[in-house]
């Protein structure tokens, strides 16, 4: 069983920075793609960032310029370095990668609050 564990959220003010990580153990050959989401309160999942296994990435248009999404395959671990950020990035954020032949996994979700 594949299991990803967030860290690296908590509380900071507007303008500042968090980096987030999400690493990946268990049966795992190789990870397709790896992805942040993130929930508020009283709204819908939705894609944050996205890099595929040859390093693509893709963003929303909310995060574009502020956010960067990465991977070391070899430690098999996503990051998100979150810079300028806004109340508006206040949310759960969930890591999700596609582990090649088995299926999509999903973390725990991590706390990020940012205060005006």
């Known amino acids: 069983q594949v299991q990803l564990v967030e860290s690296g959220g908590g509380l900071v003010q507007a303008g500042g920075s968090l980096r987030l990580s999400c690493a990946a153990s268990g049966s795992i050959f190789s990870i397709n793609y790896m992805g942040w989401y993130r929930q508020a309160p009283g709204k819908q999942r939705d894609l944050v960032a996205g890099?595929?296994?040859?390093?693509?990435?893709h963003y929303a248009a909310s995060v574009k310029g502020r956010f960067t999404i990465s991977r070391d395959n070899a430690k098999n671990t996503a990051y998100l370095q979150m810079n300028s950020l806004i109340p508006e990035d206040t949310a759960v954020y969930y890591c999700?990668?596609?582990?090649?032949?088995?299926?999509?996994?999903w973390g725990q979700g991590t706390q990020v609050t940012v205060s005006s």
């Open positions: 890099i595929t296994s040859e390093g693509s990435t």
């Open positions: 999700e990668m596609t582990v090649r032949g088995i299926g999509d996994y």
